[in-house]
T-cell receptor, first 114, second 112 residues
């Protein structure tokens, strides 16, 4: 079991460029989500999905798009990168335990926008 | 919305006990999580509380008081490898989705 796999691990972009952060999980989890982590800010939810074909916005969705065409994949698209999007991005998927959803995180993708 | 507060940093000695507090304000509490995150790594799940009381898991315990909006993570017999950031996260609402709100984390340093 690979768990949650994110690619790339590191990326440098110029302002205005677009890119996609890939996320795949092999645990058959229904729920997937994207967070960004910035110093002093904690993890903030960007977008999430409760199943294939269903996505919704989190706390900081502006500048990002997502889609969920399969259970396994949940890519995050930056349409026009800005320096404010420099961050570490974590994809996570969820299983249920005692009625809650426990997040399993990917290893993270460190993005720098110049 | 939610407001989650935890201390920014703590220092403790190897072999000792440390308590990391978390207070929260929420309109629809539905569970509190603790995650551990080592530097440059992904967060990993430690514990979950939805009812008042203490949950014990080996060296780690977590306590919840819903009426006080308060939780703590207790780490016993501290080891150097426990040096990490500890994240408190609150789940609000019910139904589908996994909208957790995270605190900014408490950086724990374990010293000899």
């Amino acid at each position: 079991n690979a768990g949650v796999t994110q690619t790339p691990k590191f990326q440098v972009l110029k302002t205005g460029q677009s890119m996609t952060l890939q996320c795949a999980q092999d645990m058959n989890h229904e729920y997937m989500s994207w967070y960004r982590q910035d110093p002093g800010m904690g993890l903030r939810l960007i977008h999430y999905s409760v199943g294939a074909g269903i996505t919704d916005q989190g706390e900081v969705p502006n500048g990002y798009n997502v889609s969920r065409s399969t259970t396994e994949d949940f890519p995050l698209r930056l349409l026009s990168a800005a320096p404010s999007q420099t961050s570490v991005y974590f994809c996570a998927s969820s299983r249920r335990i005692s009625g809650a959803n426990v997040l399993t995180f990917g290893a993270g993708s460190r993005l720098t926008v110049l | 919305g939610q407001n989650i507060d935890q201390p920014t940093e703590m220092t403790a000695t190897e072999g000792a006990i440390v308590q990391i507090n978390c207070t929260y304000q929420t309109s629809g509490f539905n569970g509190l999580f603790w995650y551990q995150q080592h530097a440059a790594e992904a967060p990993t799940f430690l514990s979950y509380n939805v009812l008042d009381g203490l949950e014990e898991k080996g060296r780690f315990s977590s306590f919840l008081s819903r009426s006080k909006g308060y939780s703590y993570l207790l780490l016993k017999e501290l080891q150097m490898k426990d040096s990490a950031s500890y994240l408190c996260a609150v789940r609000e609402g019910s139904g589908g989705g996994n909208k957790l709100t995270f605190g900014t984390g408490t950086q724990l340093k374990v010293e000899l």
